[in-house]
């Protein structure tokens, strides 16, 4: 546990602003205007309408034409006619057959022939109907793409989510920077400060002949490095505090953070070995097995042979008028089955072989990002633990340092000490202060970096 009564009695504490942006509200505020989750999401509906546009294969494909051919001559001695004009006029329809891989075919067709000035008129009405039993049976072949995209888009969301993590990790990670970078503008200031006491105090002696004058040489070069100190700390805050206050459409003096780095975070306690096997890092994986074993499915239906059952029904009307072709109609249907099945070297077993080493490809690669990201996670946690220790202990060196200052007082107030141990002891605490200031500002930032990566920083 840290200690909440030490922090107290240290000045250089986060002080509470009413005006000022927590950790929380940051990080909403960033998902809700920042452009990458704006990107993100219409990524996400891209992929949705891809997977729409790959399932619009059933609709109906209309199809119409007209042509007109001429037989004429006196030498052909089998042709019982001189001429021959034909006109014909065809419109169709066919489909796909959704979940079946069945197609169906719609056609009619009015034909005029012209035989040495006597017309006859054509009119035919068929359906034809054709339905894989084998290869392609229940359209497994036709959805290839579909099932493809289905798992994309799910995939994609996971990728998504991880990426949006990652981001907001690293901004977030930003937000510490610059809550930090605040305490250490005071800690500078301070320094510069007690530089300058500890100058002035030189000078005096230097006066009065009780140091030499590389003593206040050094004090001088000290007092000027605490203003470089000083000056490039105040520059570095504004430069963070614009960068962050751009990331949430803030002006830079808004851009205030009010964050206790000291603050002692809660962990979620999980199985580390089980957490990895479902995490989103590892989905990554599971759905690109999950797209191979689709092809591989239908790479296998391939090297089936190719059976079709064929039903076909039709209707066929002839009267010299045209209308009189509508009735008077002869009526006929077919059924059939028909094969074939390629013989010799086949690409589809080669893709069959293919596609398993992908599969065991991706198993392996699996196994070892596991092992990587337990190793990650375990290796965050030993941070957590060793850096809220190291805190802890720095909290104490800083108590200690404290209490040196209130003692090197007491002793110059009743004339038992001098004005530069008071000094030096206040430099000494000064220089604690920004030690753990470091150890908490990592410690918050390691404890972003472990909450990503159990996929618990963005849900």
């Given at each position: ?347 589809e077993l080669i893709a069959v072989e293919n596609t398993e080493i992908k599969m065991s490809d991706v198993d392996a690669k699996r196994a070892e990002a596991e092992l990587n990201s337990v190793q990650q996670i375990n290796y965050l946690l030993a941070q957590v633990d060793l850096l809220s220790e190291l805190v802890e202990l720095y909290l104490e060196q800083g108590a200690l340092a404290e209490e040196k200052v209130i003692e090197e007082q007491i ?49």
């Amino acid at each position: 546990m840290f200690y909440r009564t030490v922090l107290s009695a240290f000045t250089f504490l986060i002080s509470t602003n009413v005006s000022a942006i927590t950790l929380i509200e940051f990080s909403e505020r960033l998902i809700e205007t920042h452009p990458y989750f704006v990107q993100l999401s219409l990524s996400e509906k891209s992929s949705l309408l891809n997977q729409k546009s790959l399932a619009a294969y059933t609709d109906w494909n209309i199809k119409a034409g007209v042509s007109e051919t001429f037989t004429g001559g006196e030498d052909v001695g089998s042709r019982l006619y001189k001429d021959l004009y034909s006109t014909k006029y065809e419109i169709g329809a066919t489909r796909k057959v959704d979940n079946s891989g069945a197609s169906v075919n719609l056609k009619h067709s009015l034909t005029r022939n012209d035989k040495d000035s006597n017309a006859t008129h054509s009119n035919l009405f068929s359906v034809d109907y054709t339905r894989p039993l084998l290869q392609n049976k229940d359209g497994l072949n036709d959805k290839l793409n579909l099932d493809l995209a289905s798992i994309e888009l799910m995939a994609k969301k996971v990728s998504l989510e991880e990426q949006a993590e990652s981001f907001l990790a690293s901004k977030l990670s930003k937000f510490v920077d610059l809550a930090l970078k605040q305490e250490i503008v005071k800690n500078h200031k301070v320094a510069l400060d007690l530089a300058k006491e500890q100058l002035d105090l030189t000078e005096d002696k230097f006066k009065n002949s009780l140091v030499d004058i590389t003593v206040l040489i050094q004090e001088k070069d000290n007092f000027v490095k605490a203003k470089q100190q000083s000056l490039q700390s105040n520059k570095e805050l504004i430069i963070e505090r614009r960068e962050l206050a751009n990331l949430i459409g803030l002006k830079e003096s808004e851009m205030i953070v009010d964050m206790n780095l000291f603050e002692e975070q809660d962990l979620v306690i999980l199985d580390v070995g089980e957490f990895v096997k479902n995490s989103r890092a590892m989905q990554k994986y599971d759905f690109d097995k999950a797209k191979l074993q689709r092809e591989l499915e239908t790479n296998e239906n391939k090297t089936m042979p190719n059976v079709n059952l064929n039903l076909g029904l039709s209707s066929l009307g002839e009267n010299d008028k045209y209308f009189g072709s509508f009735g008077n109609r002869d009526y006929s249907w077919n059924i059939g089955v028909d094969i074939s099945y390629p013989l010799g070297s086949r690409k589809e077993l080669i893709a069959v072989e293919n596609t398993e080493i992908k599969m065991s490809d991706v198993d392996a690669k699996r196994a070892e990002a596991e092992l990587n990201s337990v190793q990650q996670i375990n290796y965050l946690l030993a941070q957590v633990d060793l850096l809220s220790e190291l805190v802890e202990l720095y909290l104490e060196q800083g108590a200690l340092a404290e209490e040196k200052v209130i003692e090197e007082q007491i002793k110059f107030s009743e004339a038992r000490g001098q004005k530069s141990l008071v000094l030096a002891a206040k430099i000494n605490a000064n220089q604690a202060n920004m030690t753990y200031l470091q150890a908490a500002g990592t410690y918050q930032k390691i404890i972003i970096d472990y909450k990503a990566a159990i996929d618990q920083l963005y849900n």
